[in-house]
């Protein structure tokens, strides 16, 4: 009797679904390395640019309105009023809510508050703070830091330095 040699052992057809799936596993791996690193990326890119946009307002505030005074630093550092001359005499609040995940700043009547963005585990870290650093020359220096796991060394911070009555 003569076999017809055309066909498929079921042995040749295991081993051929076996390097298949090892194929497709490794696949799915890898796509999912690189959703996890764009899920990252999109949180950074959210932060920074919430950070850039704080950044501006604040900073653009103290410099443009003319900084001449700090007064109501409270105790643990989380909130200031700002005294400007420019182009009118005005104050600002500034208050960092850790509890609240919230950065509120404004003119007196006008404080917006900023809320962190909503990512999952992003939080306004305790340790942010506002210093007055009273002198001839003295400054104020705001530092904001916030946390995430996915963050190296878990934390994101940026300062906003400013002098205090600066004579140009």
Do not use: W
Request: glycine letters at 4%.
């Amino acid at each position: 009797m003569n076999l017809n040699k055309k066909g498929i052992t079921s042995v040749e057809l295991l081993v051929c679904f076996i390097i298949i799936s090892t194929i497709v596993v490794s696949m799915y791996n890898l796509i999912l390395n690189y959703r996890n690193r764009e899920q990252i990326e999109e949180i950074n890119n959210e932060v920074i640019s919430y950070s850039n946009n704080l950044q501006e307002i604040i900073q653009s505030d103290l410099v443009m309105g003319h900084l001449v005074n700090v007064t109501s630093v409270s105790d643990d550092g989380y909130s200031a009023t700002f005294a400007f001359d420019n182009p009118n005499s005005y104050t600002t609040t500034l208050e960092i809510d850790p509890d609240r995940g919230v950065i509120s700043y404004g003119k007196s009547g006008e404080i917006i508050d900023y809320e962190i963005p909503s990512i999952a585990d992003l939080m306004l870290s305790p340790e942010s703070s506002i210093e007055y650093l009273p002198a001839t020359n003295g400054y104020v220096k705001i530092t904001i830091i916030l946390t995430h796991p996915n963050f190296e060394d878990e934390t994101y911070s940026f300062m906003i330095n400013c002098p205090v009555n600066y004579v140009y």
